[in-house]
């Protein structure tokens, strides 16, 4: 088994990014080395609001004993789609398909890879439904948009996939999810996100009202590594990579500090 985690920087501050490793280390009296990286399958840690390389689909759920009071009883999941990540440089595959299509250039290889990526997305967002016991995903969209291609293929392939499987759909814009899951999130089970910027900041505002929580990306390759953007969630994300790694009295320790004051957690340990 590996000793090792990856830690992969994604826009994260200097300060966090070292914490992460700081807290292994402490967490396990070194036993566990970590190594930066730029992709994993898994034993990894990205550590930053921004999207890694080599993944398909973010989740964010929290445990109970993670959840702010205030949202103690709210179990909603968050699917967010992700499109394969290009070079900085370079269009990505989300933006290609309406920025090609607008001008004239024949968008059928962009939205084939999209159409195999969104429906990987789909079934994780059904299984999660089914363990739930809901029978609806809601479907979230940037609406009025400059992504109006990338929207229609996103709920086209999300409801045709969703609804095969047994389950109903809904379609709600993004600034009508966003309310609700401050306001009401208990009124959504399972909710499933088109890749857009606007989406993203979807999750991160859902995943620090909540409680501050991890999120565990899931990999081209198969796998899953977590995800954190503070230094809660940093914290948390890194408990679930030593619990994958069979270590569950420190992953405790760690979620325990976490808990208590994000702010301490290399000091107590």
Known sequence: MSRQVSLISAGAAEAIFQVAATIVNKATGGRVQTATATAADRHAVVVGPETPVGVHTAVTEAAQFVRDTAYANVSTILVRAVLPRSPPDTVQLRDAVDVYAAAGIDTQPENDLATDSFRRSA???????????VSRVTLV????????????????????????AGLATEVLGTAVVANQLIVSPESLGVVFLNDVAQTENIELAYAGIIGGVSRTYHTVGGGKISAGHSYKSVALAVAQELRELGLKSEAEKVEAAAVKNPKTVVSVL
Do not use: C, M, P, W
Not at 123 to 129: F, G, L, P, T, Y
Not at 141 to 164: C, G, M, P, W
């Open 123 to 133: 079934e994780i967002a059904i299984a999660k439904a089914k363990a739930k016991g």
């Open 141 to 164: 969209v940037k609406q009025a948009s400059k992504y109006n291609k990338i929207n229609d293929l996103f709920q086209r392939v999300a409801s045709h996939t969703i609804e095969a």
